[in-house]
Antibody, heavy 119, light 110 residues
Framework: QVQLQESGPGQVKPSGTLSLTCAVSGGSISTGSWWSWVRQPPGKGLEWIGEIYHSGSTHYNPSLKSRVTISVDKSKIQFSLTLTSVTAADTAVYYC????????????WGQGILVTVSS | QSALTQPASVSGSPGQSITISCTGTSSDIGYYNFVSWYQQHPGKAPKLMIYDVTDRPSGVSPRFSGSKSGNTASLTISGLQAEDEADYYCSSYTNSNTVVFGGGTKVTVL
């Protein structure tokens, strides 16, 4: 069974850079799945941030595209999120998730990590 | 891209059926049959309940069913149970190779 685990700082200063990593276990990162980031501000709904394929191909949410980079490290079986120029509006629980084209949906999710943007 | 539109809340008594609507556009729900639904309990990660509009992953109760007509998808919960009280989110793949979520619906079991 695939397991995903987010890690990274729980607090980032305004105008700084948010960096998170998602470790994948129980399966290969090169299985034909897309690896995604989704966030949820406190008390609000889900927002898709973007996704990456093991080849390095990416798709991003147009509203975040200028600030987001998602990368993959196949040797470490993990993928990462970088979000620049953060503001309080970027405070959220950040989830990593697997998108499987065979059943277009997020079938596995990490537990989530709360990142607070505050000085 | 704009979020899909869901009602903020839906409620029902135990044993009843409820339906949650999810309205998008011809670029997302109306373009593909790639609609999925997620259940989220407080403090937990979302759980996949429906994919490809109507299909259930292994282990999901048959009380959950999905449908679609035009640009609107729906999730129906039959035989409502206390454990069904949660937030529900719809999602769709778009013709721009992005994913869009609905704003979420809080289901209350009276």
């Amino acid at each position: 069974q695939v397991q995903l685990q987010e890690s990274g700082p729980g607090q980032v200063k305004p105008s700084g850079t948010l960096s998170l990593t998602c470790a994948v276990s129980g399966g290969s990162i090169s299985t034909g799945s897309w690896w995604s980031w989704v966030r949820q501000p406190p008390g609000k709904g889900l927002e898709w941030i973007g996704e990456i394929y093991h080849s390095g191909s990416t798709h991003y949410n147009p509203s975040l595209k200028s600030r987001v980079t998602i990368s993959v490290d196949k040797s470490k079986i993990q993928f990462s999120l970088t979000l620049t120029s953060v503001t309080a509006a970027d405070t959220a629980v950040y989830y990593c998730a697997r998108w499987i084209p065979a059943r277009p949906a997020f079938d596995y999710w990490g537990q989530g990590i709360l990142v607070t943007v505050s000085s | 891209q704009s979020a899909l539109t869901q009602p903020a809340s839906v409620s029902g008594s135990p044993g009843q059926s409820i339906t949650i609507s999810c309205t998008g556009t011809s670029s997302d729900i109306g373009y593909y049959n790639f609609v999925s639904w997620y259940q989220q309990h407080p403090g937990k990660a979302p759980k996949l309940m429906i994919y490809d509009v109507t299909d259930r992953p292994s282990g999901v109760s048959p009380r959950f069913s999905g449908s679609k007509s035009g640009n609107t998808a729906s999730l129906t919960i039959s035989g409502l149970q206390a454990e069904d009280e949660a937030d529900y989110y719809c999602s769709s793949y778009t013709n721009s190779n992005t994913v869009v979520f609905g704003g979420g619906t809080k289901v209350t079991v009276l």
